[in-house]
Nanobody
Framework: QVQLVESGGGSVQVGGSLRLSCAAS??????MGWFRQTPGKEREGIAA???????RYAEFLKGRFTISRDNAKNSVYLQMSGLEPEDTAIYYC?????????????????WGQGTQVTVSS
């Protein structure tokens, strides 16, 4: 059973940066992704990366976030910059064994507990 543990969330002012980390244990995963969710809204995909470091991003990010992974550490990271109040959400790390680098929630089998990111003006 794969377990995911996120860290790095917190509060930041508009324009600031944060780096989220997610450590996986219990197995090797091909696809790892980051999602976020706010109250009353569906969970949305932000970025995904496969074992070979091919990536996919949500278009609304406008290049502000960067996903990366360290296969040796079985970890994935999300570097966020130019943060806006609209980025306030709970951020989730997810892992899936499928071949596609997708931002679809249904493609991921394992989820972390989430970490809160709050951006204030």
């Amino acid at each position: 059973q794969v377990q995911l543990v996120e860290s790095g969330g917190g509060s930041v002012q508009v324009g600031g940066s944060l780096r989220l980390s997610c450590a996986a244990s219990g197995g090797t995963i091909n696809i790892m992704g980051w999602f976020r969710q706010t109250p009353g809204k569906e969970r949305e995909g932000i970025a995904a990366i496969n074992w070979y470091h091919f990536t996919r991003y949500a278009e609304f990010l406008k290049g502000r976030f960067t996903i990366s992974r360290d296969n040796a550490k079985n970890s994935v990271y999300l570097q966020m910059s130019g943060l806006e109040p609209e980025d306030t959400a709970i951020y989730y790390c997810a892992a899936g064994s499928g071949p596609l680098i997708t931002l679809g929630v249904g493609a991921y089998n394992y989820w972390g507990q989430g970490t809160q990111v709050t951006v204030s003006s």
